[in-house]
């Protein structure tokens, strides 16, 4: 068997019930066997087994007290994967289903991302199975205030840098940065994502949303089509999926559904976007109560999105959302894109399906890099103690999905496999996390 299947066969025997972790180092472990396999440097030096290890998984109790004066308990997580080339970088996710498994699955994808986006940021990520949903603000802060009271001792504006995912974004930022520095006695910049008056970047609410039409457009018109006049389908009706909508909606698409994990609407007219940021953005509620806005569209319950015909798909929910027979309606129904805005949404069988077919397909390490990009130049302007535009810190984002795309594309080509991005971004990302570890020595 080959160094990289030997190595894929350990992690597999050594991560046993840790299914999401398993399937994300199957991808980049199976896209990068021919590259890998061809250089015995990489054996030499350890690096397969050194990667696929976090340089630190962190497990706590976060206890914190409910509005009837209860004591709850959840767990907290921080997994510091890779810091070959920056300090740790990657959000928090706070969802019931959040495991070891999931963040270390994200974590892993993190490394790459991170590299992709060609700035100094090394990959981590954490969360809690904390569940917001319903929750008072009260309780929202006090949660992460707790989750703080742990976590402040292990990260650092030039050691592990956190951010926003699932269930975390500017007031869940906000409460646990206070925490931090009343922890610390330091303002610095240790979170991004963080409010604008205090430290923030412009952009960077819109920019993984932004960053995925902006990958999406460049794949496109590289492939002789655009968004323009096209039917597109967006999953999830989050930070990810809302500024997707909106940037689509100005390059000339035409969004006609989104979803929450209680179903999707089909809007045959357009999304109405300001009713979504209403819905979800002010008031936290159900994607259904779209309905009382827009009359005429239509709600359904469940999963079922892939179904609607389209030109392009954007998951942008969760991972394993989009599944094999998911894949087989949209290419049934003449889908030509899917872009990942979600980390890993779409199944390793649903991929390889889309890809027989060629469907034009921008893996989640890529395409929804945008966030993270934006992040890193957050940390720029936090040392620079200055504060960009709005349309420098744009045009900036602009220009580094473009810079992705090209380098995707290239990494592809050169490996035999010219228009298989997922292979392009596995081999660009690890490239440059794997000459830094063999710079550095046996660390
Ligand atoms: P949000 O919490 O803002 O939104 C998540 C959306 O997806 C909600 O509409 C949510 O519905 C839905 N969703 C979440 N979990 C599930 C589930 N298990 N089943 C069905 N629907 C679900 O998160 P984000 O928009 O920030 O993140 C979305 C995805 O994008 C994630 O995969 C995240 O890792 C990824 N991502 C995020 C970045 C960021 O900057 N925020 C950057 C790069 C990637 P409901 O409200 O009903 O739960
Ligand atoms: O998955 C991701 O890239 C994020 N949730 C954003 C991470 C970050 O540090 O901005």
Redesign the pocket.
Known sequence: MSYTMNVLEEVKQKNQGEPEFIQAATEILTTLQAYVDARPEYEEAGILERIVEPERSIIFRVPWVDDSGKIRTNRGYRVQFNSAIGPYKG?I?F?P?VSLSIMKF?GFEQVFKNSLTGLAMGGGKGGSDFDP?GKSDREIMAFCQSYMNELYRHIGANIDVP?????V?GREVGFMYGQYKRLTSSFEGVFTGKGIVYGGSYARTE??GFGLAYLADEMLRQNGKSIEGKTVLVS??????IYAVQKVQQLGGKVVAM????GFIYDSEGIDLDAIKDI?EVRRARIYEYLNYRPNAVYTEGRGIWGIPCDIAMP????N?LLEPDAELLIKNGCFAVCE???M?TTLEATELLQKNNILFAP?KAA?AG??STSGLEMSQNSMRTSWTFDEVDQKLKGIMVTIFNNIAAAAKDAGAEGNYVVGANIAGFKKVAEAMMLQGAV
């Open positions: 959000g996710r969802h289903s994200l949903k951010a926003g995912d699932i269930g974004a920019a993984t999830g009706a989050g930070n990810v999926a979803s929450d994990s209680n979800k942008c929910a969760t991972q959302e805005g979600a980390n949404p989640g929804n966030g993270v």
